[in-house]
T-cell receptor, first 113, second 112 residues
Framework: NAGVMQNPRHLVRRRGQEARLRCSPMKGHSHVYWYRQLPEEGLKFMVYLQKENIIDESGMPKERFSAEFPKEGPSILRIQQVVRGDSAAYFC???????????FGSGTRLTVV | QKEVEQDPGPLSVPEGAIVSLNCTYSNSAFQYFMWYRQYSRKGPELLMYTYSSGNKEDGRFTAQVDKSSKYISLFIRDSQPSDSATYLCAMSDAGNNRKLIWGLGTSLAVNP
């Protein structure tokens, strides 16, 4: 079992470009969560998805951010027109049935220059 | 006031010491409590998971929850240099969104 796979590990984007972060959950896991980590703020919930459904997106900024978890393929977190403030580590986690003790990937570190 | 408060440390102890890590919280609706360990440049790794009040032990790790005081603890016995990491507490209410609220983490260094 390869665990939760996130790619890329590091992503550099210029201001105004789009960033696409991918997350493949553990085998058998149908629940995916995205969190953002900033040094002085800690981990912040962004969105909770099940296959083809957004369950809770209360932590997502209203503009420029979107997430999906299609029937086939990885979950995608998309950030349009990135700004310097989007620079952070983005972590994906998955669980088999919406359990609290979910498993995290190693994260994607986004740097906006 | 943050919903979850955690002393960031850093905490430095000699190998073999007993380590005590703590978090306080303000939301009395929290019922699920977790401790994660995070190594540098890695994702958080679940160590302990507790529902409601009480103690839970797993090897060298013991988690305690005191809901009346809104206080949770993680104890590490016989600490090892490999325990050097950041320890994060996380918690959630009984809602269906499985959203975790996190402390900022405590940085621990175990010196050989």
């Amino acid at each position: 079992n390869a665990g939760v796979m996130q790619n890329p590990r590091h992503l550099v984007r210029r201001r105004g470009q789009e960033a696409r972060l991918r997350c493949s959950p553990m085998k058998g896991h149908s629940h995916v969560y995205w969190y953002r980590q900033l040094p002085e703020e800690g981990l912040k919930f962004m969105v909770y998805l099940q296959k083809e459904n957004i369950i809770d997106e209360s932590g997502m900024p209203k503009e420029r951010f979107s997430a999906e978890f299609p029937k086939e393929g990885p979950s995608i977190l998309r950030i349009q027109q990135v700004v310097r403030g989007d620079s952070a580590a983005y972590f994906c986690a998955s669980s088999p049935g919406g359990q609290y003790g979910y498993t995290f990937g190693s994260g994607t570190r986004l740097t906006v220059v | 006031q943050k919903e979850v408060e955690q002393d960031p440390g850093p905490l430095s102890v000699p190998e073999g010491a007993i380590v005590s890590l703590n978090c306080t919280y303000s939301n009395s609706a929290f019922q699920y409590f977790m401790w994660y360990r995070q190594y540098s440049r890695k994702g958080p790794e679940l160590l302990m998971y507790t529902y409601s009040s009480g103690n839970k032990e797993d090897g060298r790790f013991t988690a305690q929850v005191d809901k009346s005081s809104k206080y949770i603890s993680l104890f590490i016995r016989d600490s090892q240099p490999s325990d050097s990491a950041t320890y994060l507490c996380a918690m959630s209410d009984a809602g269906n969104n499985r959203k975790l609220i996190w402390g900022l983490g405590t940085s621990l260094a175990v010196n050989p």
